[in-house]
């Protein structure tokens, strides 16, 4: 509960600071298509990027935030028994960046090449049970598994680069393209046990840790935006 009042509260910061500080306004919708993960999508509308200043006419520094629901989420350093299936999902990711921003702009478009880092934190996280069986009768090479696993998640770090361009149909309200590649990951030790065997033999149940296992927060983001000029 502490960790979702908190993120309501950065939402609440980070949108006050965009309508009082900056000059424009804009509102994106995002896409993210998670590495070994299923396609996901931002909560409509929050999702405000492009909130910062400029260090003269080629140079500014930006931040924001994006609200995903997350359809599933890989889970890596599960030792030999990695999965290219999700494992973790759906759940609720929260994504925050700050980048550093090179762009050339004209009257009526904006050419931006940027990157940096970027914070994530995932909340209403649920296992794929499904999957991780399927990776445990792959590695064991069983006919039946059945797992039980607890986890425990934390925040996540990581950076990422990409590109945007702009082009202001008229002098008040502009259209954006936006593309974003996000490397990173965040401490998700998994605990717990699975059973399982052959058809024709008996039962095996072993305990497992998971200790040094990570959510993985790599993949591709493509954004649409309107900005207003106010």
């Known amino acids: 509960m502490k960790k979702i009042l908190l993120a309501l509260l950065l939402i609440i910061m980070l949108t006050q600071t965009r309508q009082s500080a900056a000059q424009d306004v804009g509102i994106s919708f995002s896409y993210f298509l998670p590495k070994n993960g299923y396609f996901s999508t931002p909560i409509s509308p929050f999702s405000i990027r492009g909130i910062g200043f400029g260090l003269g006419n080629f140079v500014a520094i930006q931040t924001g935030f994006s609200l995903y629901r997350m359809s599933g989420m ?94 202001y149909v008229t002098r008040q309200w502009g259209l954006s393209f936006e593309v974003n590649y996000f490397i990173g990951d965040a401490d998700f030790p998994l605990n717990g046990s699975y059973t399982g065997g052959n058809s024709i033999g008996p039962l095996t149940t072993r305990e497992v840790n998971f200790n040094d296992a990570k959510l993985d927060f790599t993949g591709l983001e493509i954004s649409f935006g309107v900005i207003i000029t106010q």
């Open 74 to 167: 890989n889970v890596k350093d599960m030792g030999d028994l990695n999965s290219k299936d999700p494992i973790v999902g759906p759940n609720f990711t929260l994504l925050v960046p700050l980048e550093l921003v090179l762009q050339y702009i004209t009257d009526n478009q904006e050419f931006k090449i940027k990157g940096g880092g970027f914070a994530f934190q995932t909340f209403d996280n649920r296992l794929m049970n499904g999957n991780i069986d399927k990776a445990i009768r792959s590695f064991e090479g069983w006919d039946v598994a059945n797992s039980d696993f607890d986890f425990d998640s934390s925040l996540g770090l990581g950076y990422f680069f990409g590109a945007e361009y702009v082009i």
